[in-house]
């Protein structure tokens, strides 16, 4: 049985003072009744203090076991790549899992499909736990072309990653018109995409990894909407944006 995955993307918010009291105050209210996994990615300059504190806590409640995750990397070991942050720069922290090919990334920053293939092999080297993120435009949507797109990004993006590899890898699939618009896709939109994303996953790897891979749900998630949307049997978590970032939403969605 697929155990749920919660995880938070911070975005470009929350500077480090202001990361160490939302650990603080998350960690003081934190339950998590369900018994899901669940992660916080910080900017790379809040990585370092969101751990250490994330260590105090632990050690002062035993249930607090929220792992952290980085919003990017580059694929290269190292060298003349100002601005860059490695997978070993990662590892060495003590970061477990990483973002890859978020939307914002592939939109505003040039992203494609080739980059994140690198990137995915870069973290799978590394022990690191990719979030592959997939999504389409509104356009691609309202044309019904929204399940090819999709399953042709999973195609490049997994391209020469093998099936052992591929054990320890999270899908999130958020539709770009969703994220941070207020929109949402309907819960059964959104289970139809993720069965069609494990569907694709058994035809490049084979049944059984696609019954076990994680695919999260991310795009205005909300504590209104995270009940519905985890309910649906292909949704097996989410990638959380404005709401992780507020102590009180993001434990509601935890406990939905």
Not at 167 to 195: F, H, R, V
Not at 248 to 254: E, N
């Amino acid at each position: 049985m697929r155990t749920p995955f919660i995880a938070g993307n911070w975005k470009m918010n929350l500077n480090h003072n202001v990361a160490i009291k939302f650990i603080e105050d998350i960690s003081y209210k934190f339950e998590n009744k369900n018994n899901i996994k669940i992660a916080v990615c910080p900017s790379f300059t809040s990585l370092r203090s969101v751990i250490l504190v994330l260590e105090d806590e632990s050690a002062k409640n035993a249930n607090i076991k929220i792992k952290v995750g980085a919003q990017n990397m580059y694929f290269e070991e190292s060298g003349a790549y100002t601005g860059e942050v490695s997978p070993e720069m990662l590892k060495t922290l003590g970061v477990e899992y990483v973002i890859i090919g978020h939307s914002e990334r592939r939109e505003l920053f040039g992203e494609i499909d080739e980059s994140v293939n690198k990137k995915l092999k870069a973290a799978f080297n590394h022990d690191l736990k990719p979030i592959l993120c997939v999504g389409e435009t509104l356009k691609v949507r309202e044309e019904g072309n929204a399940i090819d797109y999709i399953l042709m990004q999973i195609r490049k993006d997994l391209k020469d990653i093998s099936g052992i590899e591929i054990s320890g890898l999270t899908i999130a699939y958020e539709p770009i018109w969703a994220i941070g618009t207020g929109k949402n896709a309907t819960p059964q939109d959104a289970n139809e995409m993720c069965k069609a994303i494990r569907g694709e996953i058994s035809k490049l790897y084979s049944a059984e990894i696609a019954e076990n891979l994680i695919i999260q749900y991310g795009g205005s998630v909300k504590s209104s909407n995270a009940k519905e949307l985890m309910a649906m049997p292909d949704i097996d978590g989410a990638l959380v944006g404005g709401a992780s970032i507020k102590a009180d939403d993001f434990l509601a969605i935890i406990n939905y």
